[in-house]
């Protein structure tokens, strides 16, 4: 095994030659010519040999690959070109190739010329011998080029005999003559090889192509040595001196015969082809495997299926076969490849009627395009009688039977039939050294002297019983053994039918049975089945349940016995459909205002249906009337008719102002609603966007409410918006809405009501607060300085602490150490609280600024949970982080950003029990971006929810609290998320964990956060 690099000036552009390599059991790999460690690569000598794959780059580019000359100095290479010349020869002139392959090239030639190159490179590695045979070896490779062309390589005079100065040795393969019988014309010119008719139009084209000193190309034919007529494909160019002039011709001639051949075997056969297709009397199809449209019909075809010519040309396969598409597909790949060729489909015919068909497919080249040719076969009747056809075919040696010519009376195998073989695994001469009891595992000898004996008595018998295979497996056979005599001498002749198929099908048809009685009896509706005749054959449990019929006595009876059915407002006798069906032969159903009449006179409200049962002929054979109890379901629809009716009028008499929408349209409105929106009538709403109902800044939050009712049918919490008046004019509302089906559509009921009184006396509080807050001001002043104060003391605290820890004062005792150790975790502690107490005070007294800056949402937090990744192990709590990807950067403060998170996650690490789980999302909100912290921990009740973001307050404020914290965490990341334009809030239930959710604006910059009010008037 090699280990070989392929040098390419594109990595991974000739895999199939990697893979020839490969299957050859070389080691392979692919490396780049631009590669910056290739010449490194060859110093290691990692590999044995390089191939140069230059088949795909112009000449002119081969000088730009630098270093090339550095590799071939430790590594042997292989050239890979299409074509050889005195230009790549000259780029190639400081460069040591080992070897060339020109393709196409067999595996061997690609082996031999590996195992060669390296043998070379290993007896040229000295410098010496290398300079002394450089020559030698290039000329060497020139010889090995040329020797691998697959047709004649020559240099002649640009005379009319085409003198040649040079052949290579594949003259004598495309001429007969040897190389030395056509150079300097010793035995006969090259030009009186082309056949008469083409000399002199060759002399003149190519005289025309060379004087311009382009390259030459034509195909034309040759008489050889043996007077054999052979077509070859020539090209070739000038060699010029260096003043212009012409002294030579040099080319390459290729032998294209066989394609040649092709080409008029094709012409051929589509000439016999159209012929064959137009006047056969089989069905005959051309299809567009790609897209399955019918390209062409016979006229066989036209009157089989019943369509005409063009009308057939005007559909897809998929009309006529009732496979799915994608199985008929799969099939038309099968046949394009010619991996099978013969199917069994059921076709459709213009007059509705399905047959069953045999299709012989293969692929056809027409117009420079793959098509599929199909001939069909109609088999509906052949499937009918397979039993007759076979028996009537048995004498064919490739018949669907294995026919087996047994000697009497050992059983000895004397002859067999090709299918015999086939279905056995055997060959014909294994066979024909066996016996009927090697293939048969049920016969022993006593059995088959038995079985002997009554074949001669009756002279023929069928019987069922198993073949084995070569390799072991069996499969049940139909054998009917003939006995007879020829010349006096006894012999049977058996016919040995796989019925592995039918035994399947009658295993299938006994299961399908089973499965319509199962089925019968499982449906919740009454079902009963007649004959042509109108006779009862079936009826399950819910039909004898609401007939008060049990099937044992109403079999055979009429179907007017059993259902007896009258109109529910004359009691008119009704027509039962079963006649309908019989008389029509089609689906019918009973008329409005049904009733059944059961045996035990109980008037039954029903609805039903009658349809004909059809066998494969398409002939009515029976019917299958279909029928259900309707009481419950009249209740329903009463019931129904009743709630909407107190429904309406509940929402017309509403003192509130009521909406429904659907797909974000009004679609329902009340009184209160179109007063609170100033117009006269709904009309003027209906069908109208409720957005344009909605102040723009509300656009974005109503949006997702919409989703939320409509599309994932949630219910929303109360919320405060603005709507606006038909004339424009805006007002605060109160809205809530819960989703609801409305006529078939999902919508929601909308509740609103007008706040705008009560924004302002809010507004008025606000004002007196803000005197409240002016005193505020004061206690926060004093807290700010007061906590100054207490740092400096503090720090000496802490600072002496930590020198007495590290001994810096002197040695101290483990009790002294565990002492000044629980000192200075107070220290901090108090050192935290005080540091909260003045963020708050800051923020309060308006000292506190936000650095904007744009970062990565998702790694600040990826980030925090880092940091809070011990403390959730230290509880064996499962963090989980979900992230919308579509979210990249946002504008914020991001040390105040993740000091939010923070919290929220420590919050919720503190709060849960060991082994709960805590997961933070982030998601879009419209213009913002929501960040919801979730546990499974102890939960907030209901009445704590309110104040929990007040400073200082606590759930459990006892002085046993389970939970430690100074209550102040909270109210700072609600100041900071505030800051920010932004809100938060929590979703909590006791025992089941909470939620606490804050969004930011994505890109709110510095801007001053806007409240957005409806302006007193």
């Not at 909407?644 to 009004?666: D, S, W």
């Amino acid at each position: 095994m090699k280990k070989i690099a392929i040098l390419q000036s594109f990595v991974d552009k000739t895999p199939n030659l990697f893979q020839r390599l490969k299957d050859n059991g070389h080691s392979v790999s692919i490396i780049s010519l631009h590669s910056e460690d290739l010449v490194f690569t060859a110093k290691r000598k990692e590999y044995d040999v390089f191939l140069l794959d230059l088949s795909e780059v112009p000449v002119e580019e081969v000088s730009n690959y630098q270093n090339l000359p550095e590799i071939t100095a430790h590594i042997p290479v292989i050239l890979i070109a299409s074509s050889v010349d005195h230009s790549l020869l000259q780029a190639l002139d400081n460069i040591s190739i080992s070897g060339c392959l020109i393709p196409p090239f067999s595996d061997e030639q690609l082996c031999s010329t590996i195992e060669l190159a390296c043998h070379n490179h290993n007896i040229l590695k000295t410098k010496v011998y290398d300079m002394k045979n450089t020559l030698l070896e290039k000329e060497r490779s020139y010889a090995m080029l040329l020797s691998n062309l697959p047709g004649m390589a020559y240099r002649c005079d640009n005379d009319r005999e085409w003198t040649m100065r040079f052949v290579s040795e594949g003259c004598y393969k495309l001429t007969g003559y040897k190389s030395e019988a056509l150079l300097q014309n010793r035995d006969i010119s090259y030009n009186r090889l082309i056949t008469p008719e083409n000399r002199a139009r060759i002399w003149k084209q190519y005289k025309e192509v060379l004087a311009r000193k382009e390259t030459f190309q034509d195909e034309y034919t040759i008489t050889t040595a043996t007077g054999e007529v052979k077509w070859v494909w020539e090209q070739g160019k000038g060699v010029y001196a260096d003043n212009g002039d012409l002294i030579a011709v040099e080319g390459f001639i290729a032998d294209i015969t066989e394609q040649k051949n092709v080409e008029e075997a094709l012409r051929e056969s589509e000439s016999r082809y159209r012929s064959l297709f137009e006047n056969n009397h089989s069905v005959m199809l051309v299809i567009d495997p790609e897209i399955g449209t019918i390209i062409d019909a016979n006229p066989a075809a036209v009157s089989f299926y019943g369509w005409t010519r063009e009308e057939l040309r005007s559909k897809n396969i998929r009309e006529i076969n009732i496979l799915s598409p994608s199985e008929i597909k799969e099939e038309m790949d099968r046949a394009t490849k010619a991996e099978r060729n013969y199917f069994l489909f059921k076709h459709l015919l213009a007059n509705g009627s399905v047959r069953d068909v045999e299709v012989f497919s293969g692929p056809i080249l027409m117009d420079r395009k793959m098509l599929l040719y199909s001939i069909i076969n109609d088999i509906t009747e052949r499937n009918r009688m397979e039993q007759a056809l076979l028996l009537n075919q048995f004498c064919i040696d490739h018949s669907a039977v294995g026919i087996f010519r047994i000697e009497e009376p050992d059983g000895r195998i004397v002859s067999v039939n090709d299918h015999a073989c086939k279905s056995l695994g055997y060959s014909r001469e294994e066979l024909c050294s066996m016996t009927v009891l090697d293939i048969d595992p049920t016969f022993t000898i006593e059995t088959w002297l038995e079985h002997r004996k009554n074949v001669r008595q009756l002279k023929s018998r069928t019987i069922e019983t198993i073949h084995r295979k070569k390799d072991g497996t069996e499969f049940p056979v139909e054998v009917t053994v003939n006995y007879m005599e020829y010349e006096g001498k006894p012999f049977s002749l058996s016919f040995a039918r796989d019925i592995t198929k039918r035994k399947v099908a009658e295993k299938a048809l006994k299961e399908s049975e089973e499965f319509f009685r199962t089925t019968l009896y499982s449906i919740g509706d009454g079902v009963i089945t007649t004959d042509i005749n109108g006779n009862l054959r079936q009826m399950n449990h819910v039909a004898e349940k609401l007939t008060g019929w049990n099937e044992a006595e109403a079999k055979g009876k009429k179907i007017e016995e059993v259902f007896n059915i009258v109109n529910e407002d004359t009691w008119q006798q009704a027509e039962i459909p079963v006649h309908r069906v019989l008389r029509e032969g089609r689906v019918v159903g009973l008329a409005n205002h049904t009733l059944l009449i059961s045996k035990d006179h109980r008037e039954i409200p029903i609805a039903d249906s009658g349809s004909p049962i059809v066998n494969e002929k398409g002939e009515i054979i029976g019917v299958v009337l279909v029928f259900r109890d309707q009481t419950e379901e009249r209740a329903a629809q009463r019931a129904l008719l009743e709630s909407e009716a107190r429904f309406r009028q509940l929402v017309e008499n509403a003192p509130e102002a009521i909406f429904v929408q659907t797909n974000g349209c009004f679609a329902y409105i009340n009184p209160a609603a179109l007063r609170l929106f100033g117009v006269d009538s709904a009309s003027q709403l209906i069908g109208q966007p409720v957005m344009e109902r909605f102040h723009p800044y509300f656009h974005d939050i109503v949006r997702e409410r919409i989703h939320l009712l409509n599309d994932m049918r949630e219910e929303v919490p109360y919320i405060e918006e603005i709507y606006l008046r038909l004339d424009g004019t805006p007002f605060n509302v109160e809205v809530s809405a819960v989703p609801i089906t409305y006529d078939g559509l999902n919508g929601s009921l909308v509740f609103f009501r007008d706040i705008t009184e009560r924004k302002q006396v809010e507004r008025a509080l606000i004002r007196a607060k803000m005197v409240s807050d002016e005193a505020n001001r004061s206690k926060t002043e004093f807290l700010a300085n007061t906590s100054h104060e207490l740092k400096t003391p503090l720090n000496s605290i802490i600072g002496f602490s930590e020198l007495m820890l590290d001994g810096e004062l002197g040695n101290i005792s483990e009790q002294q150490k565990k002492y000044i150790g629980t000192i200075l975790e107070s220290g901090y502690l108090l050192l935290h609280i005080i540091n909260r107490i003045l963020d708050i005070s800051s923020i309060n007294y308006g000292r506190m600024d936000l650095s904007y800056t744009k970062f990565d949402l998702c790694d600040a937090i990826q980030d925090t949970c880092t940091m809070m990744r011990a403390a959730a192990d230290r509880k064996s709590i499962e963090l989980i982080v979900d992230i919308d990807p579509q979210i990249n950067e946002i504008n914020a403060d991001i040390i105040k950003f993740k000091e939010v998170v923070y919290n929220l996650v420590d919050n919720s690490i503190k709060f849960t029990p060991s082994g709960g789980f805590v997961v933070i999302t982030a998601n879009h909100n419209g213009s913002h971006v929501k960040i919801s912290v979730a546990d499974n921990g102890i939960g907030i009740a209901k009445e704590n929810i309110g104040r929990i973001f007040d400073p200082f307050y606590q759930v459990d404020s006892s002085t046993t609290r389970r939970y430690g914290g100074t209550g102040l965490g909270l109210a700072l990341i609600n100041q900071f998320v505030k800051m920010h334009g932004g809100n938060i809030w929590v979703e909590s239930e006791p025992g089941k964990g909470s939620t606490f959710t804050f969004t930011i604006p994505i890109d709110y910059g510095e801007q001053q956060i806007r409240i957005l009010q409806v302006s007193e008037h």
